[in-house]
């Protein structure tokens, strides 16, 4: 597992814990984006795919790939922060046996599970998306919780986040995670909206997987499909969410959750806490 690093909030300042994640390179071996503490994270007020993906080499066989870039939630303002990257150098004998050329950007595919790295870093708290993954086995999980749901789930394996179905993938994978049994899509048409629903017994999700922030009406929807559904209703989203969202989701009760290009579900507010400690 990647050492947590301190990363500087530009907009109040505070510190926040970032562990690094560790990607699967297709030789097996590990590959860590090469974070540039030096350099001053930038905010991230608009989302684009092209500037959501790094270069980065393996140190073992020297191929390049490009990888979800490195990005944290301030656990104190809620602003997102982009973590800048060294950028890849000449390498010696680049074409070589050992030294491959660099390639494009690989297809879409699904590819081996990243290893865990769920572990949250030093001064994580609350945050757009907490700044850290938190699907890990012992996510919530403190002293005298030992016995808690989370702490007897087995750690959540992500699926990185290529496509808009790599986003509803993920999000009906964690639900599972959750103990939401026979999660799937809804049969009949869908409703013509950017929101992708997903249903289980008990259950109301949607997926948002565009890059804009969800906004209040799309939290009173999901709120009001569950009520009439007599379901828990939780929402998720690959841009995070408005203040306006976020402040009636807590007044709702309603579980937001941010995902990030690895596929790691974070919680957002108090309720997506809570259905992560108890789980379905």
Same mark, same amino acid.
């Given at each position: ?22 990607? /699967?390179? =297709? ?9 540039? #503490? ?10 684009? @795919?092209?500037?959501? @993906? ?12 490009? @990888?979800?870039? &490195? ?12 973590? *800048?990257?060294?950028?890849?150098? =000449?390498?010696?004998? $680049?074409?070589? &046996?050992?030294?491959?050329? &660099? ?10 599970? +990243? ?23 012992? $996510?919530? +999980?403190? /002293? ?13 394996? /992500? ?15 964690? #639900?599972?995670? #959750? ?6 899509? /809804? ?24 890059? =804009? &922030?969800?906004? #209040?009406?799309?939290? !009173?929807?999901? @709120? ?14 690959? $841009?995070?969410?408005?203040? !306006? $969202? ?18 790691? *579900?974070? *919680?957002?507010?108090? *309720? ?7 789980? =379905?």
């Amino acid at each position: 597992m990647a050492e947590a690093v301190p990363v500087r909030c530009p907009a109040c300042l505070r510190e926040n814990g970032y562990t690094v994640p560790v990607f /699967p390179c =297709a030789c097996g071996s590990p590959v860590v984006p090469p974070l540039d #503490l030096a350099a001053e994270p930038l905010p991230l007020t608009r989302r684009t @795919w092209s500037e959501t @993906w790094v270069a980065v080499r393996c140190g073992a066989c020297g191929r390049e790939g490009e @990888w979800p870039h &490195p990005e944290v939630g301030c656990a104190s303002c809620g602003t997102v922060v982009r973590i *800048p990257v060294h950028p890849l150098t =000449a390498e010696p004998g $680049a074409g070589s &046996p050992g030294h491959p050329t &660099p390639r494009p950007r690989p297809a879409p595919a699904h590819p081996a599970p +990243a290893p865990d790295t769920s572990g949250p870093g030093p001064g994580q708290g609350r945050s757009q998306g907490r700044g850290a993954a938190v699907g890990g086995a012992g $996510a919530g +999980a403190g /002293p005298g919780h030992a016995s808690s749901p989370a702490a007897r789930r087995p750690a959540f394996r /992500p699926l990185t986040i290529r496509t808009a179905r790599d986003a509803v993938t993920t999000a009906a994978l964690y #639900l599972r995670w #959750l103990g939401f049994q026979d999660v799937r899509q /809804p049969d009949g048409r869908p409703v013509p909206s950017a929101a992708v629903d997903l249903r289980a017994p008990g259950l109301v999700a949607q997926v948002d997987p565009t890059t =804009a &922030p969800a906004g #209040l009406r799309a939290v !009173e929807c999901v @709120w009001l499909n569950g009520l009439t559904s007599c379901a828990t209703s939780v929402y998720f989203a690959l $841009a995070g969410y408005t203040d !306006e $969202a976020r402040i009636r989701a807590d007044d709702l009760g309603i579980p937001l959750f941010v995902m990030d290009l690895t596929g790691m *579900p974070q *919680p957002v507010n108090d *309720p997506a806490d809570e259905l992560l400690g108890t789980g =379905a």
